[in-house]
């Protein structure tokens, strides 16, 4: 037992060898829970185990990024977002000094609460429910309490906040109203998970014909470059060099930021706006959006008159009826949504 608790320490040791501003996993706020170390892995560690281990994230690999029910086998989903985001991250997060297991399971995580078909379901969930709805609420909440039977996985402070503070979906990146995280590791997976949906969503749209490489900003690509590697190339490289005073091994007396050169911000943000006029607004006119729309309309109001149908499950973790359905519709991967509605309706 004492070798394999060793086998920890060297791993808690190794963290010391981070940037100042890294967080050391033996320095974690803790869990909710107190629990035993594990005697191999970090608490980090155990956090990224225990989210991809979760059903919440099998379930991500049939839920839509942008394109609803493609035909193609290419098009990304939220599962290979999450991937994506989980790579870009970890290869900032090293280069800058910082936890890479730390930020792993932040990135692993940030998505687990993500309604089927993306955000035009969570939008939907939004206007319908009172209390309103966003995804990295609801991710939160997986984590804390839908997953493992109702007892949640009692993650670190530091991978629950991560979690919580990554989303931005209509905010300018990096912009007065982008928010801040309590860790770096935090900050660099909220700006990896734009440097990742920025670039693969060109590719979809590409793919699918809504756009073509010409249709692109060209003052943008003038700058990231003519190709989703190379952009993605730019964006991370200069996320690292904007970023570097992370790394120093000088104390720091004021927090430093994860951040962009000016002209590698405004070239994203001018792709970013790009995608929400020709991309993103306008397939919530498409047939296959209004579809999904009527849909998680009606399980919704489904749902609320016949709350006895709910499983088992989901008439355990909330006090009103609402709360409970949105939890059940929010879990839903596109497939299961369509299907089960389907079922209903005869």
Request: proline fraction near 3%; hydrophobic fraction near 35%.
């Amino acid at each position: 037992m004492s070798e394999q608790y060793t086998i920890r320490q060297i791993a808690e040791e190794r963290e010391n060898g981070l940037s100042p501003n890294a967080v050391r996993s033996s320095l974690s706020r803790g869990r909710e829970r107190p629990e035993e170390p594990c005697p191999v892995r970090t608490a980090f560690q155990r956090d990224r185990d225990r989210i991809l281990y979760s059903n919440s994230f099998r379930r991500l690999k049939h839920k839509t990024q942008v394109f609803i029910a493609p035909l193609g086998d290419h098009f990304v989903t939220r599962l290979t977002h999450t991937l994506e985001v989980s790579q870009i991250a970890r290869t900032i997060a090293r280069a800058l000094g910082l936890n890479e297991d730390l930020t792993e399971a932040i990135a692993l995580g940030h998505d687990l609460g993500h309604t089927p078909f993306g955000h035009m379901g969570e939008d939907i969930l939004d206007e319908l429910y009172s209390e309103g709805f966003s995804h990295n609420e609801q991710s939160l909440r997986v984590v804390d309490l839908l997953e493992n039977d109702g007892r949640g996985l009692n993650l670190t402070w530091e991978v629950r906040d991560g979690i919580v503070n990554h989303s931005k979906s209509n905010v300018a990146v990096l912009g007065e109203a982008w928010g801040e995280v309590g860790t770096l590791e935090g900050e660099v997976v909220k700006i990896a998970d734009m440097v990742a949906y920025i670039n693969h969503d060109i590719g979809d749209a590409v793919r699918a014909g809504v756009i073509t490489e010409g249709d692109l900003p060209l003052k943008a690509i003038e700058v990231l470059g003519i190709t989703n590697s190379l952009r993605v190339n730019t964006m991370v490289c200069d996320i690292i060099e904007s970023s570097w005073g992370v790394r120093t091994c000088d104390i720091i007396k004021e927090r430093p930021a994860i951040q962009m050169s000016k002209p590698v911000l405004a070239a994203a943000d001018t792709l970013r706006d790009f995608l929400f006029r020709r991309v993103y607004n306008p397939r919530s006119e498409q047939e296959e959006s209004r579809k999904a729309e009527a849909v998680v309309r009606f399980l919704y109001g489904y749902f609320n008159e016949h709350e006895d149908r709910l499983p088992a499950e989901y008439r355990l973790h909330s006090d009103t009826t609402g709360r409970r359905v949105v939890d059940y519709i929010a879990g839903m991967t596109d497939q299961y949504a369509m299907r089960l509605a389907e079922e209903l309706n005869r």
